[in-house]
């Protein structure tokens, strides 16, 4: 079935630094590819996602790059603050009639003042 | 606009008794989509609904099921509970028929003892 694998699952780095989580993904038909943070006792929310048509999208401190190829995609994070810490979740939609996004197991990261 | 909406926030229950979760969906949206959090298992799919109707299921026992009432909102049952049923239950909503951008509300952390 559909997978996608996410690492590293925890990372650790001071502020101002930057941070780089990778994901890869199983199903070669899917076409979109959201990040969430979620944050101690909330829900996930989505900071930033991308389209297969799309090779790169940036918003702020943040981008994701996608290489349909090799089924991966990326998340940097620049200038981390302190506010960032929280656990991220990589995700890939399915096809097929049976749309739904397929999650990472997430990874923790802290930034440290 | 009110987000998506989780009731209760906490639930504990005895092994065997049933759980029922609710989901209020932005206003709006049609789609409701359950998922499980279980500690460091990431995201797993329970159900989909859209417009009355299950649409999809995960990889989940019959002991989970739901439904979607008229005004969307939704509703998951786990009867039988057994204890790795703890978790925390997230439902997301969408516009449109598609897992694209879920919004997800707080979750509803079920515990079973």
């Known amino acids: 079935g559909e997978n996608v694998e996410q690492h590293p699952s925890t990372l650790s780095v001071q502020e101002g630094d930057s941070a780089v989580i990778k994901c890869t993904y199983s199903?070669?038909?899917?076409?979109?590819f959201p990040w969430y943070k979620q944050e101690l006792g909330k829900g996930p929310q989505l900071i930033i996602d991308?389209?297969?048509?799309?090779g790169e999208k940036k918003d702020q401190r943040i981008a994701v790059t996608l290489n349909k190829t090799a089924k991966h995609f990326s998340l940097h994070i620049t200038e981390t603050q302190p506010e960032d810490s929280a656990v991220y979740f990589c995700a890939a939609s399915t096809q097929g009639g049976s749309e739904k996004l397929v999650f990472g197991k997430g990874m923790k990261l802290t930034v440290n003042p | 606009e009110a987000g998506v909406t989780q009731s209760p926030t906490h639930l504990i229950k005895t092994r065997g008794q049933q759980a029922t979760l609710r989901c209020s969906p932005i206003s709006g949206h049609t789609s409701v989509y359950w998922y499980q959090q279980a500690l460091g298992l990431g995201l797993q799919f329970l159900l989909w609904?859209?417009?009355?109707?299950?649409?999809n299921r995960g990889n989940f026992p019959p002991r989970f099921s739901g439904r979607q009432f008229p005004n969307y909102s939704s509703e998951l049952n786990v009867n039988a509970l057994e204890l790795e049923d703890s978790a925390l239950y997230l439902c997301a909503s969408t516009l449109e028929p598609r897992p694209y951008g879920y919004t997800f509300g707080s979750g509803t952390r079920l515990t079973v003892v």
């Open positions: 199903d070669s038909a899917s076409n979109y």
């Open positions: 609904y859209d417009e009355g109707e299950e649409r």
């Open positions: 991308i389209r297969s048509n799309v």
